[in-house]
């Protein structure tokens, strides 16, 4: 884990830079040239309405994009101590294990909750004697311990949708990541459920380094330190706005964003 | 007022007789499938049941079929699905696996592919026997034996399990794949430990449907493993198998129709216990490793 201990320090190091990051779905450019960095410690929210490139620009920066047939990555990604994301010869599997994702809908493999944790920490070379510790802190981070203790055998798709997400996110924190990326991860919740999980990705502060995507501007009030906002301009998406959440959220520069953030567009 | 009463009134009299209409339709549609497996049934524990003993099981053919019994042919037929499952199985997943995560879907590969398997479908038995014939017993030298009639089945029963095992992989959630991809998964780990567990209850059924078909097979079987009736040694024998001994019995034997029904019966009750068990055997794999219950 990375702590950063001096909380009160007013601008920390980027863990995750961004530089001129273009994502192309064949002749489709869904976000261009956009230059980011993502202080190490801080909740960092990208906002903006849909379709101006959030996810995409998400999910290149632990190159799930990869997955994806005819999309295409340009420009620089690289992790604090160098390692660069964007290289073609990247190993990365390493580098999706040091930056985790949870996703909008949770996804929990179709097996018992214990599976879920060991098939991803067998996989990254952990033993299986230390896999049962692992899960339990894990599993207590996200406050599902007590609810699951007694029914780790049992299926995990059986959980509701809120206990899912939060194994989901449970089991992104097994593999100890640097960076979490957050795709909306509450749209799929109730009320109640998306609270839990927006508390708990609030508590990661200061101990890893948080990117989210969210619709929901009072979310994005209530945890990001800093706030990104990406518009559909020029037949793409972009960066129009980045900064400390207090000033982009309050007094936006770019007439968009300032639309936008005050409710009156998007 | 009274007018929308009227008609809504009418129009729920008129949907209920349509209603009753295809609910009569559809369970006589049931009763009449399920009656006629019960018939088939029914017929054949009438006509075969008399001659059933420990002996039938055991006792080797005498007189062509008249007496004794089919011993020899119950493992010859056993042998036979063991030499079809054994490749059949892997290569099917296999090539169901690849088509759909390997290539990209619609792609003119996968078309290839698929179309080929879909062509292999629609060709007849009898085709698969003659083919079976030169290309195994005569091309390769395996004569006629129980390896070649296995060889065989598995070029027939093999489109059964690819199509099943892709139909298996292709309803997973689609989100499975970015899940195990975004925990640093390798795309083998992704297969063999998610996706696969994941789509084992349809490739069992594509399996016990591959078994039923090849275990009910003749005419594939008359020119490659042959009609020999003797105690198998081993794979490279020739063996008849249950389904060859009823077509024999029925059509070459006079008043060979008895013991037809008794080996008819066999091989259904051999079906039916093979199913089970390969159904019985996932489920408890499944349910202790894969699926827990809720």
Known sequence: ?266 | MSFSADSSTRTATRSGWADRAFGFAGGAAAFLTAGLFGWIVWDLIRLGWPHLSWSFFTGEVEDAGRQGGVGPLLISSVLILVCCLVPAVPLGVGCALWLSECVRRGSLTARLVTGGVDLLASVPSIVFGLFGMVFFCQKLGMGFSILSGGLTLAGMILPILVRTTLTALESLPADLRPAAAALGLTRTTSIVRILLPAAMPGIVVGVTLGIGRALSETAALLFTSGYSVRWPESIHDSGRALSVHIYDLALNVANGGPMASSTALVLLALILIINAAAVMLSERWMRRRYHPEA
């Open chain 1, 1 to 266: 884990m990375n702590s950063v201990n001096d909380s009160t320090e007013t601008e920390s190091i980027a863990r995750l830079s961004v530089t001129s990051l273009t994502v192309r779905y064949g002749d489709l450019v869904a976000v261009r040239d956009v230059t980011l960095a993502f202080p190490d410690g801080r909740i960092t929210a990208l906002v903006g309405p849909s379709g101006c490139g959030k996810s995409s620009f998400l999910h290149s920066l632990n190159r799930l994009t990869d997955l994806i047939p005819g999309c295409r990555v340009t420009g620089g990604i690289r992790l604090f101590d160098g390692t660069d994301i964007a290289h073609p010869r990247a190993d990365v599997l390493a580098l999706r294990r040091r930056i985790g994702i949870v996703f909008q809908r949770p996804n929990p493999f179709p097996q018992s909750i214990r599976r879920n944790f060991e098939i991803p920490l067998r996989e990254h070379g952990w033993h299986r004697r230390d896999i049962p510790d692992k899960m339990e802190t894990v599993l207590r981070q996200v406050g599902l311990w007590k609810e699951v203790s007694d029914r780790l055998h049992k299926s995990a798709v059986a959980l509701s949708g809120g206990q899912q997400q939060r194994l989901c996110l449970a089991r992104a924190l097994a593999l100890d990541p640097e960076v979490i990326l957050f795709d909306e991860p509450c749209s799929a919740l109730d009320p109640i459920a998306s609270g839990v999980v927006e508390d708990l990705i609030h508590s990661l502060r200061d101990r890893l380094t948080v990117a989210i995507v969210t619709h929901n501007l009072a979310q994005a009030r209530r945890i990001a330190d800093h706030v990104a906002v990406f518009w559909h301009r020029d037949g793409a998406g972009q960066l129009i706005e980045s900064g400390p959440a207090g000033r982009v959220l309050a007094a936006p520069s770019d007439p968009d964003a300032m639309s936008y953030l005050g409710g009156m567009r998007g």
